[in-house]
Each structure stands twice: as structure tokens, then as C-alpha cells.
């Protein structure tokens, strides 16, 4: 199983970034999909989810920002970010689970202010 997730990079605030997550060795559609991030000095934090059934949960610092989706059919999974803000830099991981759970490398993604 792989999460290969990419399009971090640097935006100034205010801007947007689309992350995405392709998987291989699964079957996207039964797993629930997930970001999470990581800023320096801190814990992993969950950004945000979507259920199989396409159900989706927010952190609320991100609640009318980022938008999760998913393309089963194509087996990736989405980040949409606007409004971006400094405290949003962080690395951001993917991540798949069912019985068992997946994690992706991660992707930097810079906001300067």
C-alpha cells in the first residue's frame, strides 16, 4: 500500500493550495480518507476527514477553508485550502483507514505572512 500525497509548496496568506493523495494497493472507496498535519514543535493534528459514505469532519480551525473530496474511481483524495493563513504551514500528511490504517510521506506546505 502506498499514499503518495503532493502539491505543498510555498503561497503567501490569503492564497490556495490543492493537495492531493494518490493511493495504490488499496481500494480507496471502503477506506476512510484523511489529512493530517504537523507543524514544527507540535503534535500531529487531524485536518480533516471523509467517510467511505463520503461523510465529512472538520477541525475547526480550518471550517470554511479546506474542502476534503475523493475520486474512487480514480483512487485520490483531495485537499482544497483557501484563505490561507500562516499558522496552516505544516507538513501534511495522507491518510487511508479501514481495519488497518495507511500514512502517506507528507507535503510541505509553507504560508508565509
Known amino acids: 500500500v502506498q499514499l503518495q500525497a503532493s502539491g505543498g509548496g510555498l503561497v503567501q496568506a490569503g492564497g490556495s493550495l490543492r493537495l492531493s493523495c494518490a493511493a495504490s494497493?488499496?481500494?480507496?472507496?471502503?477506506?476512510?480518507m484523511g489529512w493530517y498535519r504537523q507543524a514544527p514543535g507540535k503534535q500531529r493534528e487531524l485536518v480533516a476527514v471523509?467517510?467511505?459514505?463520503?461523510?465529512?469532519r472538520y477541525a475547526d480551525s480550518v471550517k470554511g477553508r479546506f474542502i476534503i473530496s475523493r475520486d474512487n474511481a480514480k483512487n485520490m483524495a483531495y485537499l482544497q485550502m483557501n484563505s490561507l493563513k500562516a499558522e496552516d504551514t505544516a507538513v501534511y500528511y495522507c491518510h487511508a483507514e479501514r481495519i488497518k490504517d495507511y500514512w502517506g510521506q507528507g507535503t510541505q506546505v509553507t504560508v508565509s505572512s
Open positions: 494497493g488499496l481500494i480507496l472507496r471502503i477506506h476512510d
Open positions: 471523509i467517510s467511505s459514505a463520503g461523510r465529512t
